[in-house]
């Protein structure tokens, strides 16, 4: 069965979780192509990877046509006619938006050549992610939900994705079929012993709950006579980065509390190695990538009820804690002398690999589409 993946951006683009993730899903299957538009690749990317736009390429082992971006918007007059032309061509189309454009427009393509389509919506379904120019998008629900109503299956990361879709009237009935985001995890490094740093690695983002992170840290500073700092790795939008910055200068925490900006590659990989703990307090999150990169590099994760990782308490490898900054500040101290960090770290990287691997979840992934598919004759 030949797949197709159409995507807003790819990997090796820097845009965050999705583009990496659908990287993964395509590898992961037989006969997957990919086709993204160029956002986020710099001319330095695509140089040293050896991208072509416009034209097939091939990144370990994937078909991947990278098209063109017209002012880094994905859906350009490239990518349409290119689906115009190809699509037919796929036994299915896999969709990565519920409200992309590009999403919209290959939609349109599939019904009008008769071609089996799924949708992922990557949270975008859940409360605190409508809420965001919720006016407009209530009307695009309202119109887009009939076109995706001839989707064979919704493809969801968690059980409470899987809720938040259902509790859409329009959507009642469609098949859903959960599927992790997975990882090749060949090339991470060894888990690093010298775990120094409570760390922060994400989009800085208010539904990121930043605030609350630092004034929990600020009451784990005041209780530990010789604390961790607290790392911050990623960026965002300028005017939101300069007022968390003030509030942790107002703390007087400006020492104890650095930011890193963007970081990528091995650097990611270092980052995230030496973390006594991953702290993400998202108001929501539909999966969280970064949580199972920090377990697979052996750093227990600190998460709030609003991510879908309840798991990681059960598992003992991680706290699933309230939005209460004295229930955080004392996981703080918890993990900050906890004496036994080797073997959590052996433990924490053996279930992200046990439960996450490529091999394991596409393989069922690609077993449960194909049965999907068939039923849906």
């Given at each position: 069965m030949k797949h197709l993946f159409v995507a807003r951006a790819i990997y090796p683009a820097e845009v965050g979780g999705p583009s990496n993730t659908i990287f993964q899903m395509a590898k992961g299957l037989p006969d997957a192509t990919i086709v993204s538009s160029d956002r986020g690749m710099s001319d330095a990317l695509k140089k040293k990877f050896g991208i072509k736009v416009n034209k097939s390429n091939h990144i370990e082992g994937v078909e991947m046509w990278v098209m063109k971006s017209l002012y880094q918007q994905p859906l350009s007059l490239y990518m349409a006619i290119w689906l115009y032309k190809n699509i037919k061509n796929y036994q299915v189309v896999h969709l990565s938006s519920f409200f992309a454009p590009l999403s919209v427009f290959a939609a349109i393509i599939c019904l009008l050549f008769n071609i089996k389509f799924t949708l992922a919506p990557r949270g975008e379904l859940y409360g605190p992610a409508l809420k965001i120019k919720s006016r407009m998008k209530r009307l695009l629900m309202y119109c887009y939900c009939s076109l995706y109503k001839a989707a064979s299956?919704?493809?969801?990361?968690?059980?409470?994705?899987?809720?938040?879709?259902?509790?859409?009237?329009?959507?009642?009935?469609?098949?859903?079929?959960?599927?992790?985001?997975?990882?090749?995890?060949?090339?991470?490094?060894?888990?690093?012993?010298?775990?120094?740093?409570?760390?922060?690695?994400?989009?800085i983002d208010p539904i990121k709950n930043l605030e609350l992170m630092v004034e929990a840290y600020a009451l784990y500073k005041n209780k530990t006579p010789t604390p961790a700092v607290l790392r911050i790795g990623g960026t965002g939008e300028y005017n939101y980065v300069k007022s968390l910055k003030q509030l942790v200068e107002r703390l007087g925490l400006s020492s104890n509390i650095i930011f890193h900006g963007h970081i990528t590659g091995n650097n990611k990989m270092n980052f995230l190695n030496r973390g006594i703990a991953l702290l993400l307090l998202s108001k929501s999150e539909n999966f969280g990538n970064v949580v199972v990169e920090a377990l697979a590099q052996g750093t227990p994760v600190i998460v709030s009820k609003g991510t879908p990782w309840k798991i990681v308490e059960e598992e003992n490898v991680g706290h699933y804690v309230n939005y209460d900054i004295d229930e955080i500040s004392n996981t703080l101290i918890e993990c900050y002398n906890f004496n036994n960090k080797q073997d959590l770290s052996i433990r924490c990287s053996a279930f992200a690999r046990r439960c996450f691997s490529s091999d394991k979840v596409m393989t069922q992934f690609n077993l449960n589409i194909n049965t999907l598919l068939k039923e849906d004759k």
């Open positions: 299956a919704f493809i969801v990361t968690s059980i409470e994705e899987e809720e938040s879709l259902k509790s859409i009237t329009k959507l009642k009935g469609k098949k859903i079929l959960i599927t992790p985001n997975s990882y090749d995890f060949t090339d991470f490094p060894v888990i690093d012993s010298n775990k120094d740093s409570f760390i922060f690695l994400g989009r």
